[in-house]
């Protein structure tokens, strides 16, 4: 590359003499064509950089959205997971009050540990840390809820060893056959009476079913009445001891006497339509120390997880009161 000449006029000698620049002025001229080149280059890296994926980065960015996608695929399944386990442990609490008639395992023993400071310091630092610790920490919930049910089912499986004679007695199957049932006429709750129109707390449930359909004893016990009762019509009661009693009302048929022994699953009556009633059905108490019980927590004995999930359905929708 030519470099530019400078002359400057000498009246003296009337010539022009070429003038060299100083050290200085070189070095700044060499500085400054130095420095317009490097940013130069850099816009340039920049704009390919910003503009064009290179075969390297393209493999990066598609393997980075491939762990997106299956750390958020992850992240679903634990909170499908973490669902199950919550579902478990409702029925797993229903089975220490309604059979063991104890208090269940409380939240604090349930989820021992989760309150503890973890150490995340090695989640911070990865891309999408906030996404990654999310998951751990349902992974970690996950980890507790198993143990902690694996303590409980080991502590029921020993405490029903030793209470044989407690589950026998315990309502525990539904007191119409699933085959012979139409269907749910009402769930226990507030609903509205069918003859005088007012809501009216319904202490049992209701099973629609063709007049004369057997109806069973749901639990070992004692029948203590057998007979008419006003707005029950015929109606059964049955003692099992452990302060349960149940009651079977608007029965067609009576087949057992006051003082009599019954198994469950033994046949102590046939539905009918008798007393306060609009149809034929068997309306069905649990009671627990003289307080009703929801009926729907004692068919653990006779239905599958799929069936016990439909009757709960049934039960909470159903609001035609037969009674």
């Given amino acids: ?12 000698t009337e010539r022009y003499d070429r003038v060299y620049p100083s050290r200085s002025s070189r070095l700044w001229a060499m500085v400054s064509q130095f420095a317009w080149g490097a940013m130069a280059a850099t816009a340039v890296i920049t704009v390919l950089y910003l503009t064009v994926d290179f075969p390297r980065e393209r493999r990066l960015k598609h393997e980075n959205e ?35 008639q104890a208090e269940p395992m409380g939240a604090a023993a349930r989820y021992a540990g989760l309150e ?42 020993q405490q029903a060893a030793e209470s044989s004679d407690r589950i026998a007695h315990i309502p525990s199957i539904q007191p119409v056959s699933e ?18 129109g007012t809501s009216k ?64 699953g033994d046949l102590i009556g046939r539905v009918g339509n008798t007393g306060k009633s609009t149809g034929p059905h068997l309306h069905y108490e649990v009671r627990l120390r003289g307080e009703p019980q929801n009926p729907v927590n004692y068919y ?3 239905l599958t997880p799929a069936e016990y999930d439909e009757m709960i359905r049934q039960a909470e929708n159903a609001g035609h009161v037969m009674d």
């Fill in 1 to 12: 590359m030519r470099h530019k000449a400078f002359y400057r006029y000498n009246p003296v």
């Fill in 66 to 100: 491939k762990l997106q996608d299956q750390v958020g695929t992850l992240s679903r399944r634990s909170d499908e997971a973490l669902a199950v386990m919550e579902d478990i442990a409702a029925r797993d609490n229903n089975f220490y009050r309604v059979v063991m």
């Fill in 116 to 157: 503890r400071q973890r150490n995340y310091e090695s989640l911070d630092s990865m891309a999408d840390s906030e996404l990654v610790r999310n998951v751990t920490d349902k992974l970690d919930r996950l980890d507790n809820m198993i143990y902690a049910q694996i303590k409980s089912f080991d502590f029921l499986r």
């Fill in 179 to 196: 085959r012979d049932m139409r269907t749910m006429a009402s769930g226990y709750g507030y609903r509205r009476d069918p003859i005088y």
């Fill in 201 to 264: 707390f319904h202490e049992g449930m209701d099973f629609s079913a063709p007049p004369g359909t057997p109806v069973y004893a749901t639990g070992d016990g004692k029948v203590l009445s057998a007979g008419w009762k006003s707005a029950y019509g015929n109606l059964i009661e049955i003692d099992h001891g452990y302060n349960y009693v149940t009651r079977f009302a608007h029965l067609s048929q009576i087949l057992v006497t006051p003082g009599q022994s019954v198994k469950r």
């Fill in 300 to 302: 653990f004995m006779d």
